[in-house]
């Protein structure tokens, strides 16, 4: 059969130097259909392999997570840009998510007794569902992996992953891995598919289910597709995340984090701080000492690509011509790598693309709000909900105020509650679905009543 190119070649464009480094064939649709098969024959056996015997493969691959974090660091560094110390601590997060469901898994997946009023025994069952598709995104090429894979593979289903095509060579990485420890042949396969092709994989009735974290016009047409085939889908697909910050008697703490939290992975994180509303009296020295900071810098990393950096710099251009302040940053390189300062930007209005859209990189956009009320309407005026923030030194005030908050998760006086039993994802435009924690072996699961009558 020919091999299907629509949509971009599998490459490695280095972000730093705009050099094509390495590029990779698109799947042919043999090798999609062999993929499915392969899937489809290892859930056959991966199914019924004991919970503890398939934990203690996960653990494995856990253990390789943690020994190969240099080379993982310096793919992803080659890849998108991410700076090395980051892409270090991405891999350690991968192991202890992998560990986490490694360990917890039993009992997470554990038959769970219903009371019954007409005699006999009824349980629910936390079974596997068979093959899925996973399609994830270039910004954590790792982590967004290992959420959905580690979970799932504990439950017994099997998985086809389809990668960014920025990322190959990350994925790759992660399917050696997979191998490495023990996972079965065919129980997790990487695919180099073409837009085409997921649709036809999702199509394929031997697929059970799809989860994407991705834009918001991936996450409709692979729920469209979905939906036409009646498959499960999870959808992650980014968000305008409020940080809120209602008073401080450590201000400069506050603005530590909130810089730092805006700037992990060179701000392209979709649960990021995207919007800091903070209060008037607190305004003037909040954006200083982020000024302050972003002047500060003497390096800094690309973003992933150079059309992600010049859609940014449109999206703050836009701003500023129309009358938003740019306090610093906000210079596009001149090509062909992907470098765009960090930028402090204020006044923003609802004319202006920045305060509807997500704004995918290192620019910390603050709000000024004059009561608790206007700050919790502004939070909420968003088409997105995924994450979001409080920040007060009365943390009853602060909890009164996020727990009002139009969001998956909501914290109080911390940027985001992370770890690998920390359920993540959102409401609204921002998905469905929950990947993590114990709700992240409730997805991709036959939840089967089990009835014996007495």
Known sequence: MTTTTSGPAYQV????????????????DADIEQAITAATQAYAVWKDVP?????EIIKRVAGLFAERADELAAIANEEMGKPVSEGLEEAEFCQ????????EGPTLAADQPIKTFAGGKAVVQKLPIGPLLGIMPWNFPYYQIARFAAPNLMLGNTIILKHAESVPKSALAVEQIMKDAGVPEGAYVNVFASHEQIATIIADPRIQGVSLTGSERAGAVVAALAGKNLKKCVLELGGSDPMIVLDSD?????????????????GQACNSNKRMIVMDDLFDDFVGKLTEKALALDSFSPLSSRKAA???????DDAVSK????HAGGVLSDGPDAHYTPAVLSGITKDMRAYSEELFGPVA????????EEALKLANDTTYGLGGAVFSADPARAEKIAQRLEVGMANVNTTAGEGAEIPFGG???SGFGRELGPLGMDEFVNKRMFFIAD
């Open 13 to 28: 464009v280095n972000p730093a130097t705009g050099e094509v480094v390495e590029t990779f064939e698109t799947a042919s």
């Open 51 to 55: 919970i503890t015997e398939r934990g």
């Open 96 to 103: 202890s998510i992998f560990d986490y469901f490694a360990t």
């Open 250 to 266: 450590n201000l400069d703490e506050v603005v530590d984090n909130a810089w730092d939290f805006r700037m992990y992975n060179t």
């Open 310 to 316: 010049e859609a940014l710099a449109e999206q703050v």
């Open 323 to 326: 009358g938003a302040t740019l």
């Open 365 to 372: 956009v603050v709000y000024k709000v004059s009561s608790d």
């Open 427 to 429: 409401v609204k435009r």
